[in-house]
Each structure stands twice: as structure tokens, then as C-alpha cells.
């Protein structure tokens, strides 16, 4: 069972714009998230994180939102670049045990200059 | 430069011929993971290593193996391949503490024909 869902598989957005990626999970034990970007042909690649005691982080055009008691994250790229381009998966994982992740589905971004 | 390889990258084999794809890393990380990507079901893990001699099963450890003899390398074995195993194969790794990004590896796009 899927416990990390991305309900978009695709987003369409024009350059300079607001891109929103949204996530949720099913885990309440779940308690670091993080966000990864995928380009073609390239392993996935580290974006942004977020811990359970927070509800935004943010590093320059990114910004992670999470909402526990929705169980839901969303990912906020401003202004949208068309280098932005990518598939972006969500990640979450608990601190107990392996700490393995789990990861979304991915949503695939296309910025239009 | 901190990387995690993998080879090959590409891969067409037919079923039933075992194939090893090799993954090492030069961040001395303890954990490695494998994963798998299939369109529509995100990234999955295979198998995952806490450190040498120490491998564990993930989400989808049904026809894979693995090993761990060195810290740097973690080959995942198909000893008879299938064609429900042709899919898009990452490595990664990060250090002990789960609360990091992991690392990921280029790919391997593996054909079961």
C-alpha cells in the first residue's frame, strides 16, 4: 500500500508563476520529509527538507509546507524557471528503525518559458 | 568528487540469464539502498545495507539479491531475470543517521527480454 501519494502526475506551469507540488501521507509515525528532483537520464537529487517540528522551510525559490494534522506537504517554487523542468518525487521516513525512505509517485513539472 | 557510480548503465539481457549491476560509492557512507522506478508507483526499495554484512529486505526483494563485503559496493544480483524486472534501477547511499538526503547513483535502465 502506498503510504507516500502525489495525486498529479503532471503540472503545467508558465515561467515566473507559482509552481505547487502537494504530497501526502498515511503514516502518522512519518517525521522528517524531503524533496527530491529527477531530471532525465540523472539519478534523483536532493532538493529540500522538512522536519515534524516545522511548518516551513525555506531555501531561496524553495519552500516546503507541512501540515500534520492533514498529513499533507506541499513543495512552492517561486518564480517558476524553465530549468525547473523536472519529475519530483517526495520522500518521508520515521527516526526509528532504518530510517529508510518511502517515496511518492512523482509529479513531472514542465515550466513554459 | 563525491559520487555514487553504477554499471551499466544500459542493459538489454533475456530471461533467465543472470546479470549483476554494480553500484560503489567514495563517501564512505554505512547505508546503501536499492530502488527501483516503474511509471505510476514512484521509486520502491529493493534491498537496503546498513553497513558490511549487514543487508536487510525492502518493498520489493522478490527475485533480487545482494551483498555488502566492502563498505563502498553493493552489487544487486538477479540470478534469473524476468521481464517484470526490465525497469529503472538506482543505488544510493547516505552516512549511519536517517536523517539526511541520500545519495543517488545515475541508473541502470535494465530490457528482460
Known amino acids: 500500500d502506498q503510504q507516500v501519494k502525489q495525486n498529479s502526475p503532471s503540472l503545467s506551469v508558465q515561467e515566473g508563476r507559482i509552481s505547487i507540488l502537494n504530497c501526502d501521507y498515511t503514516?502518522?509515525?512519518?517525521?522528517?520529509f524531503l524533496w527530491y528532483k529527477k531530471y532525465p537520464a540523472e539519478g534523483p537529487t536532493f532538493l529540500i527538507s522538512i522536519s515534524s517540528i516545522k511548518d516551513k522551510n525555506e531555501d531561496g525559490r524553495f519552500t516546503v509546507f507541512l501540515n500534520k494534522s492533514a498529513k499533507h506537504l506541499s513543495l512552492h517554487i517561486v518564480p517558476s524557471q524553465p530549468g525547473d523542468s523536472a519529475v519530483y518525487f517526495c520522500a518521508a521516513v520515521t527516526q526509528t528503525g532504518a530510517n529508510n525512505l518511502f517515496f511518492g509517485t512523482g509529479t513531472r513539472l514542465t515550466v513554459i518559458p | 568528487e563525491a559520487q555514487v557510480t553504477q554499471n551499466p548503465r544500459y542493459l538489454i539481457t533475456v530471461t533467465g540469464k543472470k546479470l549483476t549491476v554494480t553500484c560503489s560509492q567514495n563517501?564512505?557512507?554505512?547505508?546503501m539502498s536499492w530502488y527501483r522506478q516503474d511509471p505510476g508507483l514512484g521509486l520502491r526499495q529493493i534491498y537496503y545495507?546498513?553497513?558490511?554484512?549487514?543487508?536487510d529486505k525492502g518493498d520489493v526483494p522478490e527475485g533480487y539479491k545482494v551483498s555488502r563485503k566492502e563498505k563502498r559496493n553493493f552489487p544487486l544480483i538477479l540470478e534469473s531475470p524476468s521481464p517484470n524486472q526490465t525497469s529503472l534501477y538506482f543505488c544510493?547511499?547516505?552516512?549511519?543517521?536517517?536523517?539526511?538526503?541520500?545519495?543517488f547513483g545515475p541508473g541502470t535502465r535494465l530490457t528482460v527480454l
Open positions: 503514516n502518522s509515525m512519518f517525521d522528517y
Open positions: 563517501m564512505n557512507h554505512e547505508y
Open positions: 544510493a547511499s547516505r552516512p549511519r543517521s536517517g536523517l539526511s538526503e541520500q545519495f
Open positions: 545495507s546498513m553497513n558490511v554484512e549487514v543487508t
